[in-house]
């Protein structure tokens, strides 16, 4: 069985700081794991994918995720912060081979100017 | 490309009323997916369908909700009769196979009064 735990329902920093969001997973097989972004009104968009290739990964606007077995880990960051990153972020898991992704109760990020 | 395709994109209902929400994958995408996301929560997988055929429904409360793909593109997912606690957004994602990157449509927000 998978889960994810995403530390902080609710995360604030100012324009151009760094973010950081935690997601910590458990798994009884290898996974692969995911981060999604959720604008208002809008459906989930894929930021970027762990499979089991190299676990620093990189994604489209800036963010990019370091998978760390030993820590069960897979947090999300990017260096600067811009308005436009305000948004709900979901982190989730599935076993390898597979897309049944289990998600977890999100983080919603809050810019501040 | 065109995106995943909901509608009606909000519906308001009263308790024990019946309501069927649409989904049209992308084009050529064989596997469809409804999800369940809650108020505070993430997204739950309630069925999947490969083609015209059910992979996944584990999760999907069968005494009220059905779901159909006849022809392996268009689905509708009904609840009969709604509750209280199916106040959510229903998302349809699609993809390309089991295995491949799922793509999500706006969702359907659903309030039960």
């Known amino acids: 069985a998978q889960s994810v735990t995403q530390l902080g329902s609710h995360v604030s920093v100012s324009e151009g700081a760094l973010v950081l969001l935690r997601c910590n997973y458990s798994?009884?097989?290898?996974?692969?794991l995911f981060w999604y972004v959720q604008y208002p009104n809008q459906g989930l968009q894929l930021l970027l994918k762990?499979?089991?290739?190299?676990?620093l990964v990189k994604g489209i606007n800036g963010f990019e995720a370091e998978f760390k077995k030993s820590e069960t880990s897979f947090h999300l960051t990017k260096p600067s912060a811009h308005m436009s990153d305000a948004a709900e972020y979901f982190c989730?898991?599935?076993?390898?081979?597979?897309?049944?992704?289990?998600f977890g109760q999100g983080t919603r990020l809050t810019i501040n100017p | 490309e065109a995106g995943v395709a909901q509608s009606p994109r909000y519906k308001i209902i009263e308790k024990r009323q019946s309501v069927a929400f649409w989904c049209n994958p992308i084009s050529g995408h064989a596997t469809l997916y409804w999800y369940q996301q809650i108020l505070g929560q993430g997204p739950k997988l309630l069925i999947q369908f490969q083609n015209n055929g059910v992979v996944d429904d584990s999760q999907l409360p069968k005494d009220r909700f059905s779901a159909e793909r006849l022809k392996g593109v268009d689905s509708t997912l009904k609840i009969q009769p709604a509750k209280l606690e199916d106040s959510a957004v229903y998302l349809c994602?699609?993809?390309?196979?089991?295995?491949?990157?799922?793509?999500f449509g706006p969702g359907t927000r659903l309030l039960v009064l």
């Open positions: 762990y499979t089991s290739a190299a676990t």
């Open positions: 994602a699609s993809s390309r196979g089991t295995e491949e990157t799922q793509y």
């Open positions: 989730a898991v599935s076993p390898q081979g597979a897309q049944k992704l289990v």
């Open positions: 798994s009884s097989v290898p996974p692969y």
